[in-house]
């Protein structure tokens, strides 16, 4: 009853919301989907600058999950400057329902932004205003709320955006640091736990230190609606980073932007191999708060992690929380001497394991000769710095 009211005041007190798309398309067909490198973006489209056709996107967003792609993947929005000279940085976002692989063989019907879980990592710098063309294309009323300073008719918390509606979010980029954005209607454990939820960095003006940056979003699905997740993993698909390890060079930095979003689990945790590393919570502040190697969240919390190896091999990282673990929520980190170095010799380095395992829900095994991956078509990611040019 609550969110049928909060519909009805949004619509009749906002009017940049279109029900059903009625308001005149402008040049929305001229929009163009961005796919592959570092353009726009996993997962996003690009814009002309006006709000796309709602009625009309939905076909041309068709993207599935990659967890590699999205790990280093960063949107930093089609850039103009406005007439007091501030960075402008527009998206569009929209909403709908998919039906998804988020477990090999398990498809669970999901509710998503821009068709990926988790949505694309939006970025900016401390200060650029913020243009968010938030369509809904979904069968349910939807919000985009991101965490972070605005004022309330920016929050998405009360004014839903019904099936083929539009809403234009607008905000100043503050204070820096890392924050998730999320769906906010009611019942909004399952509006989180359908995948509608990503992450919204916005960077110092003063960059940090040059860095293998990536992203990681804890998770999970309930795909038998018990209230009890089934799934657990780090950005969409249980133990996607066991088959396929993510490459990282000896001596680099890496930095992690970690952010919990696993409903109906009180808690949630990062835990690293054989390192330490920094973190600096919420990532609003340049000072780390503490050494360790296991970061403990709840829900909406996050933090930035630094850390480097200094010798070869496969490590692993994973929820140390066992049920997490062991229903998909861990991977590896290949570490490698360069970036050229061939795969099989950095296996046979570090932890002495032939091949990275691999944990199949409650069943571990090592990969067979004729089992193990093949990790050679990996790529090395490169470090995009904030602000450059798509």
């Not at 402008?88 to 019907?109: H, M, W």
């Not at 209607?185 to 960059?207: A, N, S």
Request: net charge negative; with cysteine; charged share 20%.
């Amino acid at each position: 009853m609550l969110s049928a009211v909060l519909v009805v005041y949004s619509f009749n007190k906002l009017q940049v919301i279109a029900q059903n798309g009625s308001d005149e398309d402008k040049g929305g067909k001229n929009a163009k989907v961005v796919t592959g490198g570092h353009g726009s973006g996993y997962g996003s489209v690009d814009t002309s600058g006006d709000v796309l056709d709602s009625m009309s996107e939905d076909s041309r967003s068709t993207t599935d999950m990659e967890p590699m792609k999205y790990l280093r993947e960063f949107n930093y929005g089609r850039v103009s400057t406005n007439e007091n000279g501030t960075t402008v940085r527009e998206y569009t976002v929209i909403a709908q329902d998919k039906n998804l692989e988020v477990s090999p063989g398990v498809f669970f019907d999901t509710w998503t932004f821009n068709g990926t879980i988790p949505g694309p990592t939006i970025r900016a710098t401390e200060g650029d205003i913020v243009r968010i063309n938030f369509i809904n294309n979904g069968s349910h009323t939807h919000t985009m709320h991101f965490h972070g300073k605005h004022s309330s008719e920016m929050d998405g918390v009360f004014d839903g955006v019904a099936p083929g509606g539009k809403f234009v979010y607008e905000f100043a980029a503050e204070p820096f640091g890392v924050f998730p954005y999320h769906c906010h209607v009611q019942p909004l454990e399952e509006h989180i736990q359908r995948g509608l939820y990503g992450v919204f960095i916005v960077d110092p003006k003063t960059p940090r230190p040059p860095a293998d940056e990536m992203v990681m979003v804890m998770n999970g699905y309930d795909t038998d609606f018990d209230t009890e997740n089934n799934f657990y993993t780090v950005n969409g698909i249980s133990n996607y980073y066991m088959h396929q390890p993510i490459e990282i060079e000896k001596d680099r930095l890496i930095r992690v932007y970690l952010v919990n979003m696993l409903e109906f689990d009180q808690i949630n945790n990062f835990h690293l191999h054989a390192n330490m590393f920094n973190i600096y919570k919420s990532g609003t502040s340049l000072t780390p708060h503490e050494l360790t190697d296991v970061a403990t969240m709840s829900q909406g919390e996050r933090a930035i992690l630094e850390f480097s190896y200094k010798d070869p091999g496969p490590y692993l990282f994973h929820a140390h929380k066992t049920e997490f673990a062991e229903k998909g929520w861990v991977g590896t980190l290949l570490v490698k001497e360069s970036k050229n170095q061939p795969d099989a010799v950095a296996l046979n380095k570090g932890e002495k394991s032939p091949h990275p395992y691999e944990i199949n829900n409650n069943t571990t095994s090592y990969a067979t000769e004729e089992t193990k991956t093949n990790y050679s078509h990996l790529e090395s990611g490169v470090n995009y710095l904030p602000g450059q040019s798509i």
